[in-house]
């Protein structure tokens, strides 16, 4: 029974997809160094690992394996909601900063201040207004 429920846990594992964004990223040829290994690949190594290495140490019994591999998918389900977490927290984080940019500059613009100079007033406290900022200096479209 134990030995069915090893198997069943492995194949479980094995059939775990990565998320959607994974697959996107993989077939648009995208992929960063972070996005390389899903967390399921992860899992499906550690899942190899102990299942073929099992027979050789005879202090791996099947609940012990079991038990292995559930603790292994715990914590990579664990690592991806902290790495949900930390997208959302950025993307508040933006969204905010954002919302302020656009309220300084509309009340700077309101004044009279000329957009490029508006915009480089500003490029010293926003970092994301660097760029922007410096097109504007050059005479660029921003």
């Known amino acids: 029974m134990t030995l069915v429920a090893a198997v069943s846990v492995y194949l479980t594992v094995l059939l775990w ?6 697959w996107v990223r993989r077939r648009l040829g995208a992929q960063t160094g972070a996005d390389a290994v899903p967390t399921g ?11 073929g290495g ?11 394996i079991v038990l292995a591999a559930t603790v292994a998918a715990v914590l990579c389900f664990g690592i991806a909601q ?13 969204r905010s ?4 940019v656009l309220v300084l500059m509309a009340a700077e613009l309101r004044a009279g201040t000329l957009p490029g ?9 926003f970092a ?6 410096r097109a504007a200096e ?5």
């Open 117 to 125: 100079r508006s915009l480089a007033g500003l490029a010293d406290d």
């Open 97 to 100: 900063q954002v919302v302020e």
């Open 82 to 94: 902290l790495r949900a977490a930390r997208a959302r927290r950025r993307t508040s984080q933006r």
């Open 128 to 133: 994301m207004l660097r760029l922007p900022a």
């Open 138 to 142: 050059l005479s660029g479209d921003v």
């Open 54 to 64: 099992a027979p050789q140490l005879p202090a791996l019994s099947p609940p012990r």
């Open 17 to 22: 997809r990565p998320p959607g964004r994974w």
């Open 41 to 51: 690949g992860i899992v499906l190594l550690a899942g190899l690992l102990l299942v």
